[in-house]
């Protein structure tokens, strides 16, 4: 499902009524009809509510109209306060306005600061609030008496159902520029906009429902739409029954290039997760201290033991051997739990150029990366990096706090420039391509912010870009069922407790829910 700013949808809107020839009062109507559908589905018994639609001069008031016909009709009495004198409103939104007012809805102006004061009583008394004050189109913050609207809609009780996007944000951007409508229930027109699906502002959104509106669907085709909230649908083909006569050959076979004195807990978390989430084969190459508390994690596990530096991590002198471990695998991991000790990275930065299969790269294999900038034009292809906000922080020289508020422009641009797939973790984890496409992943939950749980997906990824043969396809997959793995246990144990162990616990429960 594509995501879209408001100059996309402003186009969409624009072929729909001009090329395709449907009519804006019938989008408009659309609109309306699925906004209150939503409603009647959460209350069946809607006519029996205290409804106050607040609405705006513009189109979001325009649907707004449409939705309190269609309550009246139903033998509801919604109050429209409309922020506006009637003579304002212009256009479709014009339209409904008089056919509203015609049919004996209530409409009572509410053009000014001073009589919003004397009206938002409206407010306290009832039981379900339409915000129909802005959409798509707001640029700047709310100020004057839609900025007064908004802080006492917020101030209600009342259950809040917002038309389109709540009042207040931005559909370009996921900060929050201003005040804003905090809705229990958002109804998406015809797509989903980045500030729905993205925190800050996604927390304002409550419930997500995207109504289809009748623009056409080939109309979201268009390469120069970039952004994709990942659906169930997307990912489930990756997800199919195996063939009977299959054996451990047909899945591959991981090689695994990690750990160091006292992290060997990461590796296996990787390997297990490779190995539970589907690959036939595992191996891991590891500093040779390390290897006997690996050897004993899981039997499943096949272990190499490799030259080590005093410190007990992988040594520069491994080149030679890993090389011919290498031969016959099927793709490569390299980083949870190595170290950025000056001999381990010598090693990592000249092995890259020579791997010949994909490779995942993660953790400390991430933070030599960004010692070492050079290194990433000479990463093989594919390549798929999966950092949290620090790491990719470190590898383009930004904060922290600078990735997370520019996200999707800084992940586009590295994977663009670089060829890379870009795995940014955290809640809505992103995937961008080497295309600078980035798709939103809808799983997971705050449980899983807790060590470990990137050593996991990179195992998941791993693993199903060996059995799918699809990067950006067995990416997007990996990344779903982690967050449904987690989702599933944050069901059963809460988020607090979740560590990532179970997340590799879970797994098992997450892959039969997405094989059905």
Same mark, same amino acid.
């Given at each position: ?18 090329? $395709? ?37 513009? /189109? ?235 050897? /004993? ?69 991430? /933070? ?72 939103? /992943? ?23 870009? $060996? ?50």
């Amino acid at each position: 499902m594509k995501v879209l700013t408001s100059i996309q949808m402003k186009e969409i809107d624009r072929k729909t009524i001009e090329g $395709i020839g449907i009519p804006g009062p019938v989008l408009m109507e659309n609109a309306g009809i699925r906004i209150t559908q939503a409603i009647l589905k959460r209350f069946p018994e809607a006519v029996e509510q205290n409804i106050v639609v607040v609405a705006g001069k513009g /189109n979001n008031g325009g649907d707004g109209f449409v939705v309190a016909r269609h309550l009246f009709n139903m033998g509801a009495r919604p109050t429209v306060l409309l922020l506006a004198k009637k003579e304002d409103v212009k256009g479709d939104a014009a339209l409904n306005l008089a056919v509203a007012d015609r049919i004996g809805v209530k409409i009572v102006e509410v053009p000014t600061e001073a009589e919003w004061k004397k009206r938002r009583m409206e407010l306290w008394h009832a039981s379900l609030i339409v915000d129909a004050i802005f959409g798509t189109g707001l640029l700047k913050p709310a100020e004057g008496i839609y900025a007064a609207a908004i802080e006492d809609i917020n101030k209600s009780k009342a259950f809040k159902v917002a038309v389109d996007i709540p009042s207040g944000l931005s559909s370009d951007t996921h900060l929050i520029i201003g005040p804003a409508v905090k809705a229990d229930l958002t109804v998406a027109l015809a797509a989903p906009k980045i500030g729905h699906v993205l925190p800050p502002a996604e927390e304002f959104v409550g419930e997500l429902v995207v109504a289809d509106i009748s623009v056409p669907p080939f109309l979201f085709d268009d390469p120069a739409l970039k952004i994709e909230f990942v659906e169930k649908t997307t990912v489930a083909p990756y997800f199919k029954k195996r063939k009977k006569d299959s054996h451990k050959g047909s899945y591959g076979h991981l090689f695994v290039l990690a750990g160091s004195l006292g992290k060997t807990g990461a590796v296996v978390m990787a390997g297990k997760a490779a190995l539970r989430t589907g690959t036939g084969l595992v191996t891991i190459g590891t500093p040779q201290s390390c290897l006997p508390a690996i050897a /004993n994690s899981m039997m499943e596990l096949m272990t190499e033991a490799l030259p080590e530096t005093p410190q007990k991590t992988l040594s520069e002198s491994a080149i030679p051997l890993i090389l011919d471990l290498m031969k016959g695998k099927d793709a490569v991991l390299i980083g949870p739990g190595i170290s950025t000790h000056p001999s381990t990275a010598r090693l990592v930065t000249s092995l890259l150029p020579k791997i010949k299969v994909p490779v995942v790269i993660d953790a400390d294999g991430l /933070n030599i990366l960004a010692a070492h900038p050079d290194a990433l034009k000479s990463l093989p292809k594919p390549a798929v990096l999966t950092p949290h906000p620090g790491e990719f922080g470190r590898l383009i020289g930004r904060s922290n706090r600078d990735v997370l508020d520019h996200r999707l422009e800084l992940a586009s641009r590295f994977s663009e420039q670089f060829g890379v797939y870009l795995v940014l973790k955290g809640y809505r984890t992103l995937i961008a391509t080497p295309e600078g496409r980035v798709f939103i /992943n809808p799983t997971g939950n705050p449980g899983m912010a807790t060590g470990g749980s990137g050593d996991v997906l990179s195992g998941m990824i791993a693993s199903l870009i $060996i059995q799918e043969k699809d990067v950006l396809g067995a990416t997007l997959a990996a990344v779903y069922l982690h967050g449904l793995s987690g989702d599933i246990g944050a069901r059963i144990l809460g988020e607090r407790a979740l560590i990532a162990g179970d997340l590799i616990k879970y797994l098992p429960k997450a892959l039969k829910e997405m094989e059905s």
